[in-house]
């Protein structure tokens, strides 16, 4: 079983619907999760950091944490062709060895104007 | 400059020959990665510096060997790789290499191998 399982997509849009991209992971240790977007030829980018349960809120963008499912979403609201890209979620836990991160394998997606 | 840097951003290079791939992060961490990004995969952790010292060797091939001079600078040397190893190579820095704060990664090295 995979540490972080990620629907790959992709995931086809019209401008201004609400996205949810999401998540599964299998280790309850996991406290520290972010979002990345990464734009073809380009690197990733954080997009949203976040600590334990909860949602926190940037813009357009809400990252939920639902712990007891081991579950995590990111929204987008009024989403724009430029939010077209690849989605990467990853993780960590509290004093594991040399920060490491698990990634998910990132899910496309495409806003058509 | 600003981030993470890496150079070149396109290598294309025989089975034979040796190259090195650099990056340098003006972010003042203290820690710096090395990933691996196939299609369709998660990144793959390759090496981990802390503070310019080795943490972690994800069981990466010999093939492949990293240098930190400083907290700012990670190398790549790359020497008889294998046609399995074209992929886009990151390069990532962190405050540290312990408190969970986020990885920020630079644009990559597109890498092919003939």
């Known amino acids: 079983q995979k540490e972080v399982e990620q629907d790959p997509g992709p995931l086809s849009v019209p401008e201004g619907a609400i996205v949810s991209l999401n998540c599964t992971y299998s280790?309850?240790?996991?406290?520290?999760f972010m979002w990345y977007r990464q734009y073809s030829r380009k690197g990733p980018e954080l997009l949203m950091y976040t600590y334990s349960s909860g949602n926190k809120e940037d813009g357009r963008f809400t990252a939920q944490v639902d712990k007891s499912s081991k579950y995590i979403s990111l929204f987008i609201r009024d989403s724009q062709p430029s939010d077209s890209a690849t989605y990467l979620c990853?993780?960590?836990?509290?004093?594991?060895?040399?920060?490491?991160?698990?990634f998910g394998s990132g899910t496309k997606l495409n806003v058509k104007p | 400059e600003t981030g993470v840097t890496q150079t070149p951003r396109h290598l294309v290079m025989g089975m034979t020959n040796k190259k090195s791939l650099k990056c340098e992060q003006h972010l003042g961490h203290n820690a710096m990665y090395w990933y691996k990004q196939s299609a369709k995969k998660p990144l793959e952790l390759m090496f981990v510096y802390n503070f310019k010292e080795q943490t972690e060797n994800n069981s990466v091939p010999s093939r492949f060997s990293p240098e930190c001079p400083n907290s700012s600078h990670l190398f790549l040397h790359l020497h008889t790789l294998q046609p399995e190893d074209s992929a886009l190579y990151l390069c990532?820095?962190?405050?540290?290499?312990?408190?969970?704060?986020?990885?920020?990664f630079g644009d990559g090295t597109r890498l092919s191998i003939l």
């Open positions: 990853a993780m960590s836990a509290p004093y594991d060895n040399f920060n490491k991160f698990y």
């Open positions: 990532a820095s962190s405050q540290d290499g312990v408190s969970n704060q986020p990885q920020h």
């Open positions: 280790n309850s240790a996991f406290q520290y």
